[in-house]
């Protein structure tokens, strides 16, 4: 039986070659129904893994609160301007910290973050980077490991010590030839000594990326909090420099953001009013235990923010992970469209096949009729068009495959967008291309098995 069948198929592979231009027209729909399946499923794929690295970079369950400097621009409408007339607010502070701490339960851990642009030197090499203060557990909120060395401890962060830790790349650049453990770093106008330096991380920081608290941590230096607050930055205090006095007062009212600063320089009869970002700190970054108590402690924190500085909306609250999961959901619903619009070519493809081994039935009666005088059944009649719908299919499948992957690659090359080619994308179009063959080459070869032998000699 199997003997029989496989002389069909050996029939039908000759017919195909027999007409190879006809074959490879019919199988073009098939070509380039599982190139852009396979295509669109790699872009998919691409931007499921970007959102999975994004996760893992913003860290899992994180909140982000961030301070708004111009709350003028925050300012809706004169009734709500009005009503929060003359009231006061201290900012980010680290007050705000400990009070999450002490009082949030769903909580897990949090750190404050305070950025300052400065520069980095050692041995006569000076090059630009950011200082970040910040608390010891920041490093696991981010998910950021250690190549060689240590983190620094609470101790550190009480004492205000004056340590860091430093990013791949300023080792890499500062210290090429040598262990930067131990060394001595000068960042500013203070010197910090190495006792950690990070893992290299690939990231690519975007705008989209800066927003939702990614950086790019291989060209930062590391310090602690206190240690930022006490030697470097603390805008939460007054000001003495080159012996000018500045002290500093925040109010809001009148529907706008006011910041007086009243400055008094020795030798000057005159002030100036200077717009100043008075928050102590850049950014809190909150970890929540569970990611279902995500809402529920964003406003919390919402009010409790809004209680602690009187009303005042002069800070934003961010949840990167449900903001990314949103941007993950538009994307497979665009990623869904995509692939059903280039599932519709394979469909296209079925139908031409369809229609070529009908055609091809009409122009093949009298081989029909010949071979069923002989003795061919109906199912070798079947077996020999299926096997021909089919092998066409498959080979059309196989090429597709094929540009599928030259496809995606390309669009990698040129439009910058990350494709991932998977086996299973493959073996989805690949085994929809073969089901297209069968399904639509059946009814053309129950359409040769169904032909009368002899009306079918006579026709020709």
């Not at 995509?338 to 079925?350: H, N, P, T, W």
Request: with cysteine.
């Amino acid at each position: 039986m199997f003997r029989r069948y496989f002389h069909d198929i050996i029939i039908a592979v000759e017919a195909i070659m027999a007409n190879k231009l006809k074959s490879v027209l019919t199988a073009l729909g098939i070509i380039f129904g599982v190139a852009a399946v396979i295509s669109m499923l790699a872009i998919g794929q691409g931007a499921q893994k970007e959102i999975l690295d994004q996760i893992k970079l913003v860290g899992v369950n994180n909140i982000i609160i961030s301070p708004i400097v111009d709350v003028a621009s925050a300012s809706t409408s004169e009734e709500d301007s009005k009503k929060e007339s003359k009231k006061f607010s201290s900012g980010l502070n680290l007050l705000d910290v400990r009070a999450i701490e002490s009082i949030l339960p769903t909580v897990k851990q949090v750190s404050s973050e305070i950025q300052l642009n400065s520069f980095v030197q050692h041995n006569q090499i000076r090059r630009p980077t950011v200082l970040m203060g910040v608390n010891p557990s920041y490093f696991s909120l981010f998910n950021l490991s250690l190549e060689k060395g240590d983190l620094f401890g609470p101790i550190h962060e009480q004492t205000g010590q004056s340590v860091c830790v430093i990013g791949s790349s300023v080792a890499t650049l500062l210290f090429p030839a040598e262990n930067p453990l131990g060394q001595f770093l000068k960042v500013g106008h203070n010197w910090l000594r190495i006792i950690g330096v990070l893992e290299k991380r690939d990231v690519v920081v975007s705008s989209s990326s800066a927003g939702l608290g990614i950086s790019n941590t291989n060209d930062q230096v590391f310090v602690p909090s206190k240690t930022m607050l006490v030697r470097y930055l603390n805008r939460a205090i007054m000001n003495l420099k080159m012996g000018e006095v500045s002290t500093s007062m925040r109010f809001f009212g009148g529907g706008r953001g006011m910041s007086i600063a009243r400055s008094m320089t020795t030798g000057s009869d005159q002030g100036t009013s200077v717009e100043t970002n008075y928050n102590q700190l850049d950014k809190i970054i909150i970890q929540v235990k569970e990611t279902e108590d995500l809402q529920s402690t964003t406003e919390i924190l919402t009010r409790m923010l809004m209680r602690r500085h009187n009303g005042v909306a002069d800070f934003k609250i961010t949840v990167p992970e449900l903001l990314l999961k949103q941007q993950q959901r538009t994307k497979d619903i665009f990623n869904i469209v995509l692939g059903a619009i280039a599932s519709i070519s394979l469909i296209v493809g079925g139908i031409g096949i369809m229609n070529i081994m009908l055609a091809s039935v009409m122009e093949r009666i009298r081989e029909i009729g010949t071979r069923q005088a002989i003795g061919a059944s109906r199912k070798d009649i079947i077996v020999q068009f299926l096997s021909e719908s089919t092998l066409i299919s498959i080979v059309g499948g196989l090429i597709g495959v094929i540009l599928g992957f030259i496809l995606a690659k390309l669009i990698m090359e040129f439009a910058d967008i990350l494709t991932i080619v998977t086996p299973f994308s493959v073996l989805v179009a690949f085994g929809v291309s073969a089901a297209v063959g069968i399904i639509f080459g059946y009814l053309p070869a129950k359409r040769a098995s169904e032909q009368d032998p002899v009306e079918s000699l006579r026709a020709s």
